[in-house]
């Protein structure tokens, strides 16, 4: 700590740099707010704890891939295989928890290892990530297939549990959703393995004349990534009872776009949990807002792609004429 | 045999980029053959019978992935499966041929979202194909719950013909890869797509028009999409999940066939023998009983190790069996970072 404060820019700086760095969260903010303020004059039913509680519940497991996925972009790479990966979690948990729990356990140390791999192979390889994590996602939906062909199954009680506890003075989804932010918070901003990953996705060539290892770097990335999917997963198996692969199919883009929403880049080195998770929020409540403003189920898809077109492209162009 | 290529270094045999690809089409061949005794061209015709609507498809995502890092079209898939309705609905009052030109069209028009999303809004081209395929999926559930029917006779008629054994289809779509080569080689706009994927900044400075050739190649991509659309909605039927499996397929196919997934570096013909292959091997993994699961593992298998194996062999952008060797042999001297640096030195 008394190395950082000796090396502290003049104030001037550090503000105009935190403006700089927080203007595309504080975007995710605004719409954040926007949006909420919409939802709440549309349902002031959601004003209640037991309201907060029912809308923000689906933004648990996202937030939590959108973390993950934070992770992996700030070491310059992309995760293709975020929805499919949560959905064979859930499958896992709601199958393989019951019957097998020995089997369920090895297969998510399983993943754990496929994450280390890839990151490996990325690294050594010099293979994009994008198509790595593409092929994967296949491999994640065929054993997601032929564990459970149709959604169903039931989740231990345990699991089932996290989810059903409801404190009647704070909604739960809010603690969840925090204690996410300060996991993804703490290991990008507060350990050394984090400083690394975000010097990995920026300045590569100056971190391996420092003489540390590019793959362990990238490795330890792609095993945090893992580590919050799976608690993604589990979390979602434990708010629908029941596993399904294509249950978070759109967290794909979803956590991309949360994180780019958040201020992140796809250039990597940056690495914003606070904003990835108003982004996340954001893109949760945007879903419920959809469903509460009648439109046709239909079009609630192309409501969506517009809106994050809409938001993407605003936080672009806030960025190009704040400098 | 290594002494020689050594001592002769200019007479080395350069090994295409789609013939990896060409290798496993022809083992899986075999291994079908040897499974299922019988005409040996009969597992290849079905397969070409499927293959033409993977290619047309792959071909325009070989434009997209070829204009460089971070280019791809995640939206054909849905796009095949709104163009299907497009194409009947249309085809059914106009005439199949207006039909397949209005599911072409539409397919342009749905590029047309990613073309403004990407350049005028600088959305990243993953994100922005993306929310168009959102968009194209809300077209395609209005107007599946708008419009049923079938596809024209005459045009059913056509994706079904055969000569001497060969679909007509895959004639006209082998004819289409010679004139999506001979763009890539021989004009202006081809030169274009390659040079944006080499270095965007670069061909910018030499003047070319590298915005058009951008939306040019995402709408051509869109638009191929459509086609197959079309046509698929005659071969199979219009249903809303037809073009799914075709986003991943299609990405997988041109890596498969040799393209260089880092842009710049286009193979036409690997479009054909990435489809091949994985129409070939469907067809086995089916024959053999192989769950839909059980398929989509060794999909996925098969990509990442495609893409390791072309990583390692195609080490700036030419892929020949001696750079292979160079690469695979003495692993030590081509793998490991720190001797080359250290090479560098010396010669500083």
């Not at chain 2, 899986?28 to 290619?55: E, H, K, M």
């Amino acid at each position: 700590m008394s190395i950082t404060q000796i090396a502290l820019p003049a104030r001037g700086v550090r503000v105009r740099a935190a403006a700089a760095n927080g203007s595309p969260a504080l975007l995710a903010l605004g719409a954040l707010v926007v949006i909420f303020i919409l939802t709440a004059m549309l349902q002031p039913g959601i004003l209640s704890v037991s309201g907060l509680t029912l809308m923000l519940m689906a933004s648990v497991p996202l937030v939590l891939a959108a973390q993950a996925q934070m992770i992996i972009m700030s070491v310059g790479d992309i995760d293709l295989g975020v929805g499919y990966l949560v959905g064979l979690v859930t499958v896992i948990a709601a199958t393989l928890f019951i019957d097998q729990p020995l089997l369920g356990v090895l297969m998510i140390v399983g993943i754990f290892v496929a994450y280390a791999a890839i990151a490996y192979v990325v690294q050594k390889r010099g293979v994009p990530s994008i198509i790595v994590t593409l092929g994967m996602s296949f491999v994640w939906l065929g054993i997601g297939l032929q564990l459970r062909p149709t959604p169903g199954g039931t989740t231990p009680e345990w699991l089932a549990a996290i989810s059903s506890w409801r404190p009647t003075w704070f909604p739960a989804p809010l603690i969840f959703i925090i204690i996410a932010t300060l996991i993804g918070w703490y290991i990008t901003r507060r350990t050394l393995a984090g400083t690394r990953m975000r010097a990995l996705g920026s300045q590569a060539p100056t971190l391996e004349k420092a003489g540390i290892s590019l793959v362990r770097v990238r490795v330890s990335a792609y095993l945090f990534a893992a580590l919050l999917l799976t608690a993604s997963g589990l979390l979602l198996a434990s708010q629908t009872w029941s596993g399904d692969i294509n249950a978070a199919s759109e967290y794909t883009l979803m956590t991309i776009a949360a994180v780019i929403l958040g201020g992140g880049n796809f250039a990597g080195g940056r690495a914003l949990p606070i904003g990835t998770t108003l982004g996340a929020v954001t893109l949760g409540l945007i879903t419920v807002l959809l469903s509460l403003i009648n439109i046709p189920s239909s079009l609630q898809s192309a409501a969506q792609g517009l809106i994050v077109i809409a938001v993407l492209a605003g936080r672009i162009l806030i960025e190009r004429f704040s400098r | 045999m290594t002494d020689t290529t050594v001592t002769r270094p200019r007479r080395t045999f350069t090994w295409p980029s789609w013939g990896w690809s060409l290798l496993g089409v022809i083992a899986v061949w075999a291994v079908i053959i040897a499974v299922r005794p019988g005409n040996v061209f009969d597992p290849l015709t079905q397969a070409l019978s499927l293959a033409p609507f993977l290619v047309l498809v792959a071909l325009g995502q070989m434009l997209v992935i070829t204009l460089g890092p971070g280019n791809i079209d995640v939206s054909v898939g849905t796009i095949i499966s709104m163009a299907s309705y497009v194409s009947v609905a249309v085809g059914g009052t106009a005439g199949p041929i207006v039909g397949l030109a209005a599911g072409t069209m539409s397919g342009v028009a749905a590029g047309l979202i990613s073309v403004l999303a990407i350049l005028l809004l600088r959305v990243p081209p993953i994100i922005a194909t993306l929310a168009t395929s959102l968009i194209v999926t809300s077209a395609t559930l209005l107007l599946a719950d708008a419009a049923r029917g079938a596809a024209d006779p005459g045009l059913r008629a056509f994706v079904n013909a055969k000569v001497l054994g060969i679909p007509v289809l895959a004639i006209a779509v082998a004819l289409l890869t010679v004139a999506v080569w001979f763009l890539l080689t021989r004009t202006r706009l081809g030169v274009g797509i390659i040079a944006t994927g080499q270095s965007e900044r670069a061909a910018e400075r030499a003047g070319l028009p590298v915005t058009a050739v951008t939306a040019t190649v995402y709408l051509t991509s869109a638009g191929l999409a459509g086609l197959a659309g079309g046509l698929l909605a005659a071969f199979i039927s219009p249903s809303t999940v037809l073009g799914s499996s075709y986003m991943l397929d299609s990405i997988a196919v041109v890596v498969i066939g040799g393209t260089l997934i880092s842009g710049g570096r286009p193979v036409p013909a690997g479009a054909w023998t990435g489809a091949l292959f994985f129409g070939l091997l469907s067809g086995l993994l089916n024959l053999v009983g192989w769950s839909v699961g059980a398929q989509n593992v060794l999909k996925g298998v098969l990509v990442v190790l495609v893409v390791i194996v072309a990583a390692t062999v195609t080490g700036t952008g030419r892929s020949s069996l001696r750079r292979l060797r160079d690469n695979l042999a003495p692993r030590p001297v081509a793998a490991s970072e720190p001797t080359t640096q250290h090479k560098e030195k010396i010669h500083g």
